[in-house]
């Protein structure tokens, strides 16, 4: 069965201007990847200009009562994007907010024991903090709805000392040994709720809920092009909490098997999972179809709802696909106990980013 080791995580990822790579167990205080040198062949660029081609993601997923979705917080360094999206489960109605954030020093903050990141503008509030010396993780937003959508507001809550967190970090080479990506994944039961305000309506209060939330943060040596696609299950397995992350991207090592971002989170314990390929036959929008070659996944995807977002400013031009859907099949974990997959809920994403 594939194995993956899991380090103690190092001082720095960055050492002597080199990456170090492995996959990290906590605990964590920042996810910082700068002063990599002769990151883009082998001209000596001075450090503080290759580290301008470092992009980063915050992306915060959240299953919880009626609702599945995402909030998305993309820096790339003169400008800012945040998009909130979610669909109703049970009537697979799409709700998508987003906005264009001018330069700004930092977007998505390095430090991982107390930090804070905010899209700040007036019909458009975001914010998700942490502080680990206080035990809470907090995201909240305020939407105002216009013609097209309604308002929406919502107050989650998290715990970094709850039984079922897991959190890793992977350090990968990007794809070639001078260059590499660095992934942040936390899973961790929430709690709160999620309010959608029709137009001309009154607000209703709507009830707290548990739920599971899964936070990825991300740092590339980003290429002028990019493209990929990556699957996120959460749900319950036997009533114990399951998170899981599959990607496939254009960042990905040469060495997958030595290094990769995919893992399992299950009962607040990890599983570092093999390459996979992931394939749509049928077309994007029907069934996919992700497996391994160490009968560790076998999996299918099938697509309930999608989202299509273009974002072209300055020179940035990117497109992303979000889809909402449902997974069955089984995975196994590092024991070996075989998990039964059926209509989990979870969200993929496949994109191509010019930059």
């Not at 060495?255 to 036959?281: A, M, Q, R, S």
């Not at 992303?320 to 089984?330: C, H, L, N, S, V």
Request: with cysteine; net charge positive.
């Amino acid at each position: 069965m594939y194995t993956r080791e899991i380090q103690e995580c190092p001082t720095s990822f960055v050492k002597n201007r080199k990456p170090v790579f492995g996959t990290f167990r906590g605990p964590f205080n920042r996810l910082d990847i700068r002063g990599v040198e002769r990151t883009y062949g082998n001209l000596p660029l001075p450090v503080f200009i290759t580290n301008l081609r470092i992009k980063s993601r915050l992306s915060f997923f959240f299953a919880d009562g009626d609702y599945i979705g995402c909030i998305e917080l993309f820096d790339a360094k003169v400008l800012g994007y945040a998009e909130v999206i979610f669909w109703d489960k049970k009537t697979k109605k799409r709700f998508i907010y987003h906005t264009v954030m001018g330069p700004r020093r930092r977007f998505v903050p390095h430090k991982l024991d107390v930090a804070s990141t905010s899209c700040y503008k007036k019909a458009r509030y975001i914010r998700i903090s942490w502080d680990r010396n206080h035990d809470k993780l907090s995201v909240i937003f305020n939407l105002r709805g216009d013609s097209h959508r309604p308002s929406a507001n919502a107050a989650f809550v998290a715990h970094f000392s709850n039984p079922n967190k897991a959190e890793i970090i992977s350090v990968l080479p990007a794809p070639i040994l001078r260059r590499c990506s660095a992934k942040y994944y936390l899973s961790v039961p929430l709690h709160g709720a999620l309010t959608v305000v029709p137009i001309g309506q009154q607000m209703k209060t709507m009830p707290d809920s548990d739920g599971l939330c899964f936070l990825d943060m991300n740092r590339t040596y980003m290429r002028f092009l990019t493209h990929g696609e990556f699957i996120t299950g959460m749900g319950q397995v036997n009533d114990i909490p399951l998170t899981f992350r599959i990607e496939a991207t254009s960042h990905d090592a040469v060495t997958p098997e030595k290094y990769n971002g995919n893992i399992l989170f299950y009962d607040g314990k990890t599983t570092p999972l093999p390459p996979v390929l992931i394939t749509h036959p049928f077309g994007i929008m029907d069934k996919w179809v992700i497996q391994d070659t160490e009968n560790m996944i076998d999996l299918t995807f099938t697509p309930l709802s999608d989202n299509k977002s273009n974002v072209n400013v300055f020179f940035l031009r990117s497109e992303y696909i979000t889809i909402y859907g449902t997974y069955d099949g089984a995975l196994l974990t590092a024991e070996g106990q075989k998990l039964t997959i059926r209509s989990l809920p979870g969200l993929t994403k496949k994109y191509v980013i010019r930059l």
